[in-house]
Structure formats: C-alpha cells, structure tokens
C-alpha cells in the first residue's frame, strides 16, 4: 500500500484498559485493599490476561493501545509484560496512577499529580511519555481535560454515550449500597450520553459537545450501535457472539466510516478457570457474568470479529490512526 494513501485507509483500533483484579474487588465491594496499592505479586490480570493478550493480537498481527495504571507498572513483571508490549509496535496510554473512579471530584493537585505519576511510569516503560488518555471508570471531566491540553496530549478517550451501560451501573450501585457494601465506582454527568458517537473536538463549555475550533485533545468515543447505542465491547461481544455481531456491523460500518475503536479490559481474556485460588474468586465470579464464559469460546469471537473488521479497516494504534490516519488533519 502507498504510505502516502494511508490518510484515506479507515482504521480499526483496539484498546485494552488493562485493570488489575484490585479494580474489580473495588467494584463490587470485596475486600479493603487500597486502589492502586502495590503488592509484591503479579496481578492475575497481568500474569494471565495481559500476557493471553500479548499472545492473542501477536499470532492476529494487530497492534492495540493499552491504557496502562501507572502504580501497576511497580511490579516488575508488570513492567516486563508492558516491556513486551512496546517492543511488539504496542501504544501504552495513561489509565491514571492509582485508578480513582471518583478523580473528578478530587482535589486539583490530586488530579495533576495522578496524570504526571502515570506519565513518568509508562515513560520509564517506552522511553516516551503516552500521548492518549482514557478515565478510570469513564469518569472523565472538563478539568482533565484542560490539563490533557495543557499537558500536550493528542487524544482523550473516555466518552462513552451508552444509557444502558449507566443504568445497569447505577442501579448495581444502589443495590450494593443498599445491602451495606458500596462501590468505589462513580457516575458521570448525564449529558456524555449526548456525545458524537466519531472522533471529534470537544467544546470547553461543554465537552459533549463537538467544536471544530476547541484546542482540547480529540475525544475517541467508545463504540456503540447508532440508534439504540448498545455497547460493542469485549464484554458485549461475548454475548453478542459473531452472529450477533454480523447482524450490526453494517450499522456499525457506516456509523465508523473514519475510524472504529472497539475496547476490552484484560479480563476479557480470562474465564472463571483462571481465578482459581485467587482473592474472592467466587465472588468476583458471580459478579463477572463475562468470566463464565471460557477463553476458547472468547478466543473464537475476536478471531471473527478482527477477521470481519480487516476486509474493511486498517488496524492501527490510536495514536496512529489519528495522525497518519488523518483525524486530525
């Protein structure tokens, strides 16, 4: 392919938030381990999802951007497995450094301090400090992303304009506080619901909304089906199945003309079998439908799902599909 037609090739691009099963246990409530707390052994998100992953997109030849919590990188084999990972043509992007839901509603210095721990981490790492972001939980906020522009980032990517996925998070959150055992987990402004399903720039007044002028990084939307806005995930994907998904990419495909991002976490690389012996297992079980279903079967749907985005898009990093891709231009 001519490197100068590459601006007019659409690009699919995968991205993993790569969430120990720390963030998880503060999810649903289980345990008391600080967020973020670094512990001597390697997560099994990590030791079994991140390196499932690695394996995965390298036998597909696709790279991915991986959104990387900066206190998780303190474990070395953590930090080998992102080694790995940057070697491979992976981006690493800042997931924050301590993985706060609520960091909206922390304090300024907070915030700052939380972005540029997370930098010097996944710098140490790549050799480069990342130049996408994406929000613990979503949560992302008018304040952060003044400081993304301030601290030169290209991209943010954090919106996800998904009413169902709200309403099931609101109403778990309810339920858990009503039964005596809160989420650490937090809600974002109503309004994201509004947001451009496509990359675009977002106002400063109101940053669901798109403004070919504003000087704040891109904002990457998660995927979502037009209309009903279901998510398309890897967590949606393992109950959609291929056919499922079959029957809406042409939605899908021409909703994303430009550039379509399908995000997963690590555990969507893990079943039930590999928590076995873990820290609330049983628990955390019954509360991830998704571990139930077994790695051979999530396997076999992202074979499709790559499969069926590669007759149409080019896989790339975020960072590059917005530059070379020309989102940007």
Known sequence: MNPNSLATVPRACLTVDLDSMACYRAIHGLGSAEEGAPRPDADRAYS?????????????????????????????????????????????????YSHFYDLPRRGEATRLAELARAEDAIAKISGRRPVGYRAPGYNISPEILDMLAERG????????????????????????????????????????????????????????????????????????????????????????????????????????????????????????DDLRGAENAAELIAAQPDLRVSWPRKRAIYRHVISRLRADYLFSTLEDAIISGGISA
């Not at 394996?55 to 497995?81: I, K």
């Not at 904002?219 to 056919?243: D, H, K, W």
């Open 48 to 96: 079994v999802g991140v390196r499932r992953l690695l394996d995965f997109f390298g036998q597909a030849g696709v790279p991915a951007t991986l959104f990387v919590v900066g206190s998780d990188t303190e474990r070395p084999a953590h930090a080998e497995l992102l080694g790995e990972a940057v070697e491979s043509g992976h981006e690493l992007g800042n997931h924050t």
């Open 153 to 272: 980032y290209l991209y943010d990517s954090s919106i996800f304009s998904c009413p169902p996925y709200y309403l099931a998070k609101a109403a778990i959150m309810g339920w858990q506080k009503l039964s005596g055992r809160p989420s650490r987990s937090a809600m974002v402004a109503p309004e994201t619901l509004l947001a451009p399903l496509t990359p675009y720039r977002p106002s400063r007044a109101h940053i669901w909304r798109s403004d070919p002028n504003s000087d704040l990084p891109w904002e990457i939307p998660m995927c979502v089906v037009p209309g009903v806005r279901f998510p398309v995930i890897g967590t949606s994907l393992q109950l959609m199945g291929a056919t499922g998904f079959d029957a809406v990419f042409p939605l899908l495909r021409r909703a994303h003309p430009r550039l379509f991002q399908l995000e997963f976490h690590a555990i969507d690389f893990m079943d039930a």
